[in-house]
């Protein structure tokens, strides 16, 4: 049975969301190193930045991901003390040494491949994936996300619009460094990443919704209560056509169970009439917590 980490509690919850956010920080690191480095992909953000300052000082995109992150990360404590995030603190220490160690380990002259396009593709999907993962736990992989918590605590500044502006410059320049080739494939990945993030994070989150409309409630309800361990809630309802007097069954689950409760009411009540649609919002108990 799939375990959420709703359903955990103590330190077991802890040791797992922290599992999840070094996963998903090496995943955004590998997409970062090995295709946006030796790309000169500059589509914002500080891996963008370091992209755009390796080229003028000559040093590595790594090493100034990593000054960049530490300073960032330092800003944060001056500026929120013990209130600053420790998941985003422990997220931006593993993209700043894993992107470290995997420059000693896997050193890179230029791309793995002649495939700008290819690489383009890993480039957005990696980090975009890790990133969505990221941000579904509540957590981020620091970077300018602290300098948008700075901007939103002492600023009546548009963050969002900020912070978009920004990757629109780092984006910009690196056109003029790398060329228009390299600019125009940044500008793509730019458009491209917000898009991946919001899909990657409807799909983390995609549940199914049910309405049955039947005649035999309590099998049904027994089913989902018992054998999914959710939970339901029913009412009364009648028939526009027959005026017949039905119950409606309304319940949320995961696309595992979802299958699951529709063959059971297939095979239990072949008449009733169900209602599936797919959500990626649901808060509450079993789910997702409210903000």
Avoid at 1 to 17: T, Y
Avoid at 63 to 91: A, E, H
Avoid at 166 to 184: K, P, Q, Y
Avoid at 235 to 245: I, L, M, P, V
Wanted: hydrophobic letters at 50%.
């Amino acid at each position: 049975m799939k375990i959420s980490l709703s359903q955990l509690s103590g330190w077991k919850k802890i040791v797992a969301e922290y599992f999840i956010i070094a996963v998903s920080t090496l995943i955004l690191a590998v997409g970062v190193y090995f295709f946006k480095f030796p790309n000169n992909f500059s589509f914002g953000g500080v891996t963008g930045m370091a992209v755009i300052i390796s080229k003028l000082f000559n040093i590595t995109p790594a090493t100034i991901t990593f000054v960049i992150n530490m300073f960032l990360l330092l800003m944060g404590f001056v500026f929120f003390g013990r209130n600053f995030g420790m998941k985003t603190v422990f997220s931006s220490a593993v993209l700043s040494f894993g992107l470290s160690i995997m420059e000693v380990v896997f050193p890179l002259s230029g791309p793995l491949t002649d495939e700008p396009m290819l690489e383009l593709v890993f480039a957005v999907f990696l980090p975009a994936v890790g990133s969505a993962i990221l941000f579904n736990i509540g957590a981020s992989s620091g970077g300018t996300d602290i300098v948008a918590m700075i901007m939103r605590k002492y600023t009546s500044i548009n963050i969002g619009s900020a912070l978009l502006w920004s990757d629109i410059f780092i984006t910009v320049a690196g056109t003029f460094l790398f060329g228009v080739r390299t600019g125009l494939f940044s500008i793509l990945g730019l458009i491209a990443k917000s898009l991946v993030i919001d899909n990657v994070i409807e799909s983390i989150n995609m549940c199914k919704y049910f309405n049955i409309i039947c005649t035999k409630p309590e099998p049904i309800c027994n089913f989902i209560t018992q054998e999914l361990k959710r939970s339901a809630t029913i009412y009364k309802a009648e028939g526009a056509y027959t005026h017949q007097e039905k119950t409606v069954v309304m319940t949320a689950m995961t696309r595992a169970q979802a299958i699951r409760l529709r063959n059971f009411v297939h095979e239990c009540e072949p008449g009733a009439f169900m209602l599936i649609s797919n959500t990626s919002e649901i808060i509450g108990k079993g789910f997702r917590r409210g903000f």
